[in-house]
Nanobody, 120 residues
Framework: QVQLVESGGGLVQAGGSLRLSCAASGRTFSTYAMGWFRQAPGKEREFVAGISKSGSSTDYADSVKGRFTISRDNAKNTVYLQMNSLKPEDTAVYFC?????????????WGQGTQVTVSS
């Protein structure tokens, strides 16, 4: 089992940047693919970005391609989401998640979420 704690959310103006971090407990971080998801008020949770166990592969939702970058540091048990050129529609609670399968499926463990608010 792995426990996840997100940080780095906050209020930013449109066009600004934020970097989210997700710290994982345990010694098996590198055996999990990691992902970022988000949920806006009144909407379903959606996939934002995912990264493979080694960090060699990534995938992004079309809505964030070219603006967001996911990365991981297995030595620090941490996954990051660099968010640039933020838009008001990026406002949501952002969750990190861990999958023992791959970056596209099988997300089993979830953090508590961190709020990102983008003002226009």
């Amino acid at each position: 089992q792995v426990q996840l704690v997100e940080s780095g959310g906050g209020l930013v103006q449109a066009g600004g940047s934020l970097r989210l971090s997700c710290a994982a407990s345990g010694r098996t971080f590198s055996t999990y693919a990691m992902g970022w998801f988000r949920q806006a008020p009144g909407k379903e949770r959606e996939f934002v970005a995912g990264i493979s166990k080694s960090g060699s592969s990534t995938d992004y939702a079309d809505s964030v391609k070219g603006r967001f970058t996911i990365s991981r540091d297995n030595a620090k048990n941490t996954v990051y989401l660099q968010m640039n050129s933020l838009k008001p529609e990026d406002t949501a609670v952002y969750f990190c998640a861990a999958s023992p399968v791959n970056l596209h499926t099988g997300y089993r463990y979830w953090g508590q979420g961190t709020q990102v608010t983008v003002s226009s």
